[in-house]
């Protein structure tokens, strides 16, 4: 069985910064497709940013897109999300997701694995 663990949310100003972890257990790590997905109150669940195996091929919302950073160590069995100039529409409770294998696919429903969730709050 899978475990994700998300860790690092809080309350933060428009524009500072946080970094989100995720420690993954229970499965192959560096086999993993990793995603950071977000949801807000009221809204659907969203892809944030999207990492394959090695690293290698990477996707970004277009709302984040030179603001985040999807990054893994597969020795850690750690992915995280570094949040720069964040701003009050990010605020969401974010999530980390697991797939087996290559995938390039942003769809939630894709993702069998997922982490518990950490708030992230941008005031204004």
Same mark, same amino acid.
């Given at each position: 069985?899978?475990? /994700? #663990? !998300?860790?690092?949310?809080? /309350? #933060?100003?428009?524009?500072?910064?946080?970094?989100?972890?995720?420690?993954?257990?229970?499965?192959? +790590?560096?086999?993993?497709?990793?995603? %950071?997905?977000?949801?807000?109150?009221?809204? =659907?669940? !969203?892809? $944030?940013?999207? @990492?394959? %195996?090695?690293?290698?091929?990477?996707? &970004?919302?277009?709302?984040?897109?030179?603001?985040?950073? @999807?990054?893994?160590?597969?020795?850690?069995?750690?992915?995280? /999300?570094?949040?720069?100039? /964040?701003?009050? =529409?990010?605020?969401?409770?974010?999530?980390?997701?697991?797939?087996?294998?290559? &995938? &390039?696919? #942003?769809?939630?429903?894709? &993702?069998? +694995?997922?982490?518990?969730?950490?708030? $992230?709050? #941008?005031?204004?």
């Amino acid at each position: 069985q899978v475990q /994700l #663990v !998300e860790s690092g949310g809080g /309350l #933060v100003q428009a524009g500072g910064s946080l970094r989100l972890s995720c420690a993954a257990s229970g499965c192959t +790590f560096r086999s993993c497709t990793m995603g %950071w997905f977000r949801q807000a109150p009221g809204k =659907e669940r !969203e892809a $944030v940013a999207r @990492i394959s %195996w090695n690293g290698g091929d990477l996707y &970004y919302a277009d709302s984040v897109k030179g603001r985040f950073t @999807i990054s893994r160590d597969n020795a850690k069995n750690t992915v995280y /999300l570094q949040m720069n100039s /964040l701003k009050p =529409e990010d605020t969401a409770v974010y999530f980390c997701a697991a797939v087996s294998g290559t &995938y &390039y696919s #942003v769809r939630p429903d894709d &993702y069998p +694995f997922w982490g518990q969730g950490t708030q $992230v709050t #941008v005031s204004s």
